[in-house]
Structure formats: structure tokens, C-alpha cells
């Protein structure tokens, strides 16, 4: 056991996976020589060498489409886009051929790769460097989206996406490269389409992805003080998605919560309040309510960014103040 | 320079004729059962596509197609030189590369027809065509994207040490778009084994890709950019393509890196079904359709010995092998309706949730 931060937890996740598959390869801006501008991928260039750590060219269309066509040749790749908001230039070798090509091809072609990113705000990088892209993947058919929130579930999330043989999605937030956790000695290997309940509660379920982990986390602690005892669940998989837990928790307390980073329209909470409503409608004691950013782009100043993304004081008094209604 | 879209009104450009001499490469060392080979493939192309659109228009081939008609040698010269087990991407416009694959006839044409039979069992289409076990590694409906992909393919040959080569087929409107430039960066870079083929029918769907690009050569001329000689070739002339595709071939298993190759050539028809193809100046499509690759072949063929009855027998084995394949298409059943609900994931199902 040691504590280990998330950024280094996304480098250890791959090269546990390196040792064991030599198919498995990382390509991208910057994640060779210089271990990734976020440092996600210090120490693999010396380990695996350039011919399995590959630097590119700004050239995200080249980088995804190079990762899409080793896959369907027998290579495992992992690729980072670096900052999600980049997915825009290469959202068509995503949509349109990575996520579609298995089942045009009545399941000839198999693409076994993974597409890390940065993704997430809270670091005053302004509009077109703070998204939360996960409704956009989500939203595809063929694509698997995770967003891990401690170190240990990097780790172990990433060694799934990329023992999993179908294109994942691995959304890494940049808010939490810093943070730190305790992470077990040995190989990790998670599952996706897991869901974890982080803290559990009776009066109320929280839902929450990334960087809104520890902020739910927090605002229920605050809850507790002043009487409410609230679940706070760690999605983790959009795609698949733990309906189980997730469910069974809703139906548990009777109230639902969630907490999303992404501007507010058809974000992964609207979907899960429309499962909710399908499926344990009679079970809900009150509203669902949605606690997400505006429907705006993130502003840069730390005040605005601040003010407008879901915080711990937000998240608990809107969630006292229904309780309490 | 010329002044696209300046010098004259939309659909009267002045006419871009073939070349005139046809005997040019009677001489070339090419083995006769390679010939023969040739003049088959794409008398196979020609005939199925020709069927392709007999029954488009009798409404069993449903949505679009886009025909290859006058184009075959291209295809045919890059499938008789290609090893075994190289890489085909192709685009939309990808039957023939498809048949030159050896990919048989009856599930490309039931795939075109929407049946359970089809090469993809009826959920790709025609613009999708994919047979990985004949190096078919699909047809791409998304311009420039497939040059990325076919990099891929490259790199994971490379990286396993297994001399396969990734062969790329594009169209003239392809050399405009972002991918296209990333694409050849990137190969040029990493000395991957690949060859772009710019198939230049000179139209980027309704427009004279001459009107649309800064420089004369689409492909060519972009070359010198990437580090690459301009390799600009005779796209109607099987023997022509041939000779070219293992040059190409060749430098790639060397692990010389990529080639760019420009091969002219003229669509006898239009973009799509769509398109009837009038914007185009009718001296230019009728010395083209003069210039047709399966005629200059056959005349060939003839002067090299071949008798007027061996290539009869071809023609005849080809046209029943079309109808045979037309039968079996059409006889096909439609898919089952649960296959709309199969192969979405590794698992074989669609499920997202537990």
C-alpha cells in the first residue's frame, strides 16, 4: 500500500498493462519524451522504449485513426488526446469509424483500444480547456465511457479499458491529477460498468462522476452535521452504466440527487432521472434533482469558474433545502 | 496562376483529355498470366457494377452507390500486385477494390441488396464494404478519415515485423480536406508502410477539382511537402498501375517509407446515383469513355497474341459468374430482425447497462 496521486496512478495503470501485452502501445502529444504535459506518463519512454511510447504531431485525426487501425490489426493501443476539448478536430474517426466500425462490419473488426484524456475544469483554463466531454461520448453507440475519481480506481479502471476489447473512453480529471490516495501493492484490475457507493446513507442518493466525487463526498459530511445522512455514489462507468447500484440505491432512499460538472442540457444525469423515473418512479419520496454548471461555457476567472461549477456548499444546500421542503 | 472559378462559368472549363498513345506499354515485363489476370478483374468489376445498377434501377438496391465504372484499372493493377495478406482501405466508392481482393461476388452484391447473406449480413451497405479475411479492411464514407486509419494498419505491421503493406485508395476531393495533410505528415514521419492512391477522376463529386485546389496536381503536387517524390501515373492503364503499385509496394516492405501515388483516371458516370454527371464538358467524357481501361487492355491483349476467343471466355466465365451471384443476392432473405441488435460490442450484443 502507498499513496500514490492520480496523475501517477495514470502511469502506472499502463505500464501494468505494458509488462503483461506487449500489443499494448501509447501514442500521443507529448507522451513520450516529456511524460505528458499533464505528467501521466512520466517514466514509460525509459521503460518501454519509442517503439511502444510514441510521440506525435499535433495531428489528433492522425493520432486516433493511427490508434483505430492498429487496433483492428491485432495491437492494443492507448492514445491520449490531451485535452478532451481536442476531441472537436477528431470527433469524426471517434463517431464515425471507431465507434461504428464492429457493427457495420457485422462484427468483423474488433478494436480493442483505449483514448485517454484530460478532461474536466476547475483550473482556470477557460472554455476550450474545462470541458467535461463524457455526455458527448456517451451520447454514441459503440463507445464505453469512464471517469475514475481516485488513484486506486485509475489504476484499475485503466488496466480493464484496456484488457476490455471494445473502444473505451477514459476520461482522466485534470482537477485531480494532484489529488492523492492510497493505492494496494500488485496489479489492480477494476471492472467496468461499476458503480461504487462511497459513503452510505439513508435519506438521500447522490450521484456523482470525477471531480464532483469528492465535492458530494464533502457536501454530505456537511449534510451529517446537521442531521442528513446521505449516499454518495461514485458512477464511474457511463457506458456501461451500473443501473443496479445505482437503482437500488434510489430505491433505497427514495430521493435523487445528482451532481454534474457538464453544462446542464442532456447531461449523464438526465439520463439516469429519466431510468429512475422508468423504472422506480413509485419509490422516490420527492423530485429528482439535477445540481450541474449552467447551461454556459466555463468562464476563466477563478471567482466565475468558482461560482458557476457545482461546489461543495452548492451541492449541500440545495440538497438540504429539498430535503427540508 | 489560373484563376479557379474566375477564368470561366460553372461547368465550361476547358477539357482534360486522355493520353493518345495506347501502345506504350505492350512492351513492359509483365508475365502474360498477370495480364490475363488483369483484363479478368476488371472485367469483373465492370460487369458487376454494371449489374449494381441494372438492379438500383429496377429498386433492389436500395440508398446509394457510388460506381467505379471507367476507373477498374486502378483497382486491378493495386489488387494483382498486392501480397496475400496486405491492407486494403477503400472509400465509399469501393466495389472494385472489394472484388480485387478476391472478396466473392454473391455477398457484395446481397450486402448492396440489404440481405441476410450480405458481406456485413445487410448492416453496412454498399459504401461499407469489409472482408478482413481478404485484406479487406473496409470502405470509408467519411472523406480523409480512412488515410488516418490505413496509418494504423501500417503501424501495427511495422511494429509486428510481418511486411504487410496498408494501400489506401482515395479521391481526388480527398486531397482537401485536413486528414489527408495529417495523414501523410504522420506516415512520412514514421516511415510506415503505406501507399496513398489518389484515384484523380478529376471531379470532386460536382466540381472540377481543378476549380477547387492551388495547385494543378491535386496529389502530386502535395508531395514535395511530405518529403515525397511526385508519382503521377496513367490511372487507365492496368499495366501502367501495376508497374507502379509494386515500386510502391516494394519501397514500403523496404521499410522506405510511404509513397503518394496520382493515378488519372475518369469516372464514366457521376458522384453517385444521384448525379447524372452533367457538368461535365461532353468532348471530355467521350474521349474518356474512347479511353476506357478495358478496351485499351483487350487491344492490347490481342497485339501481345491473346486470341479474341480467350478473352470471349473470360467475358462469358465473368458474366455467368455475375449472374449466378445476382441470383443468389436475390434469392437471399432479409436479415433477421434481431441481427439489428448483435455485434455492437466484443460480447456480440448492444446492452449498456446491467
Redesign the interface.
Known amino acids: 500500500m502507498a499513496q500514490l496521486t492520480y496523475r501517477d496512478a495514470v502511469a502506472r495503470g499502463i505500464a501494468q498493462e505494458m509488462r503483461r501485452d506487449e500489443r499494448v502501445?501509447l501514442v500521443g502529444e507529448d507522451v513520450a519524451g516529456a511524460g505528458g504535459v499533464f505528467k501521466t506518463t512520466v517514466g514509460l519512454l525509459d521503460e518501454f522504449g519509442p517503439?511502444r511510447v510514441?510521440d506525435?504531431?499535433i495531428?489528433e485525426?492522425?493520432i486516433?485513426?493511427?490508434?483505430?487501425?492498429?487496433?483492428?490489426?491485432?495491437?492494443r493501443?492507448v492514445a491520449e488526446i490531451m485535452f478532451s476539448d481536442f476531441f472537436a478536430v477528431c470527433w469524426?474517426?471517434v463517431v464515425?469509424?471507431i465507434a461504428k466500425?464492429?457493427?457495420?462490419?457485422?462484427?468483423?473488426?474488433?478494436l480493442?483500444l483505449v483514448i485517454k484524456t484530460g478532461n474536466g475544469g476547475g483550473l482556470r483554463f477557460g472554455a476550450q480547456h474545462s470541458q467535461s466531454i463524457e455526455n458527448w461520448a456517451m451520447a454514441i453507440?459503440?463507445l464505453k465511457v469512464v471517469t475514475p475519481s481516485t488513484p486506486e480506481d485509475v489504476v484499475g479502471l485503466m488496466a480493464a479499458a484496456i484488457r476490455?476489447?471494445?473502444p473505451v473512453i477514459f476520461c482522466e480529471h485534470k482537477g485531480l491529477y494532484a489529488s492523492k490516495g492510497e493505492v494496494p501493492d500488485g496489479d489492480i484490475i477494476d471492472s467496468l460498468?461499476t458503480a461504487k457507493v462511497r459513503r452510505p446513507g439513508r435519506d438521500a442518493t447522490i450521484l456523482s462522476l470525477g471531480m464532483m466525487v469528492p465535492r458530494a463526498l464533502a457536501a454530505a459530511e456537511a449534510l451529517a452535521a446537521r442531521g442528513m445522512d446521505v449516499e454518495v455514489i461514485d458512477v464511474r462507468s457511463l457506458?456501461?452504466?451500473?443501473?443496479?447500484t445505482i437503482l437500488g440505491s434510489v430505491s433505497r432512499t427514495g430521493r435523487l440527487f445528482t451532481v454534474e460538472e457538464n453544462p446542464q442540457l442532456l447531461g449523464w444525469g438526465a439520463e439516469i432521472a429519466s431510468?429512475a423515473s422508468d423504472e422506480c418512479f413509485w419509490d422516490l419520496d420527492g423530485p429528482i434533482q439535477r445540481i450541474t454548471t449552467p447551461h454556459i461555457p466555463l468562464p476563466s476567472a477563478d471567482s466565475l469558474e468558482d461560482l458557476v461549477m457545482p461546489s461543495e456548499e452548492s451541492i449541500a444546500t440545495t440538497i438540504e433545502k429539498a430535503l427540508q421542503s | 496562376m489560373r484563376s479557379p472559378l474566375t477564368d470561366h462559368v460553372y461547368g465550361q472549363h476547358a477539357s482534360v483529355l486522355p493520353p493518345q498513345d495506347q501502345t506504350r506499354h505492350d512492351g513492359d515485363d509483365i508475365d502474360l498470366a498477370v495480364r490475363t489476370g488483369l483484363y479478368r478483374s476488371m472485367r469483373e468489376m465492370r460487369v458487376f457494377e454494371k449489374r449494381a445498377y441494372d438492379l438500383f434501377m429496377k429498386q433492389l438496391v436500395k440508398g446509394t452507390s457510388h460506381l467505379s465504372l471507367g476507373m477498374e484499372a486502378i483497382a486491378a493493377g493495386f489488387g494483382q500486385a498486392m501480397r496475400r495478406d496486405d491492407?486494403t482501405f477503400a472509400t465509399y466508392r469501393g466495389h472494385a477494390h472489394t472484388l480485387a481482393r478476391g472478396v466473392p461476388m454473391t455477398p457484395v452484391l446481397a450486402e448492396l441488396l440489404g440481405r441476410a447473406n450480405g458481406?456485413?449480413?445487410g448492416?453496412?451497405g454498399s459504401m461499407?464494404l469489409?472482408?478482413?479475411e481478404h485484406g479487406m479492411?473496409?470502405s470509408?464514407?467519411?472523406i480523409?478519415?480512412?488515410?488516418?486509419?490505413?496509418?494504423?494498419?501500417?503501424?501495427?505491421?511495422q511494429?509486428?515485423g510481418s511486411g504487410q503493406v496498408?494501400v489506401c485508395f482515395f479521391g481526388d476531393g480527398t486531397t482537401n480536406i485536413?486528414?489527408f495533410h495529417?495523414?501523410l505528415?504522420?506516415a512520412a514521419?514514421?516511415k510506415l508502410p503505406v501507399v496513398f492512391v489518389c484515384e484523380n477522376n478529376m471531379y470532386m463529386e460536382y466540381t472540377s477539382i481543378f476549380d477547387i485546389t492551388a495547385v494543378e496536381r491535386p496529389a502530386a503536387d502535395r508531395a514535395s511537402a511530405y518529403g515525397l517524390e511526385p508519382v503521377l501515373i496513367d490511372g487507365n492503364d492496368a499495366d501502367e498501375v501495376y508497374l507502379a503499385a509494386g515500386r510502391a509496394l516494394d519501397r514500403a516492405r523496404a521499410g522506405d517509407g510511404p509513397s503518394l501515388i496520382e493515378a488519372v483516371t475518369y469516372r464514366h458516370g457521376g458522384h453517385s446515383r444521384a448525379d447524372p454527371g452533367k457538368y461535365r464538358p461532353s468532348e471530355e467524357v467521350e474521349a474518356w469513355k474512347a479511353y476506357d481501361p478495358l478496351d485499351v487492355y483487350r487491344d492490347r491483349l490481342i497485339r501481345l497474341g491473346v486470341s479474341a476467343d480467350e478473352l470471349l471466355a473470360i467475358d462469358a466465365e465473368v458474366l455467368a459468374a455475375v449472374d449466378t451471384a445476382t441470383q443468389e443476392a436475390i434469392a437471399g432473405d432479409l436479415p433477421a430482425p434481431e441481427s439489428a441488435f448483435?455485434?455492437?460490442?466484443?460480447d456480440?450484443g448492444?446492452?449498456?447497462?446491467?
Open positions: 502501445l517503439t510514441v506525435t504531431p495531428s485525426q492522425a486516433l485513426g493511427a490508434a483505430m487501425g492498429a487496433a483492428m490489426t491485432g495491437l493501443p469524426d474517426i464515425n469509424q466500425t464492429r457493427y457495420m462490419t457485422g462484427g468483423q473488426v474488433s480493442p453507440p459503440g476490455d476489447d471494445d460498468g457506458v456501461p452504466l451500473d443501473t443496479q431510468l | 491492407y458481406l456485413l449480413g448492416k453496412g461499407h469489409t472482408s478482413v479492411m473496409g470509408y464514407a467519411i480523409g478519415a480512412h488515410l488516418t486509419i490505413a496509418n494504423g494498419a501500417a503501424w501495427s505491421a511494429y509486428r496498408a485536413g486528414a495529417e495523414a505528415n504522420y514521419v514514421y448483435t455485434d455492437l460490442w466484443a456480440g448492444w446492452s449498456w447497462r446491467n
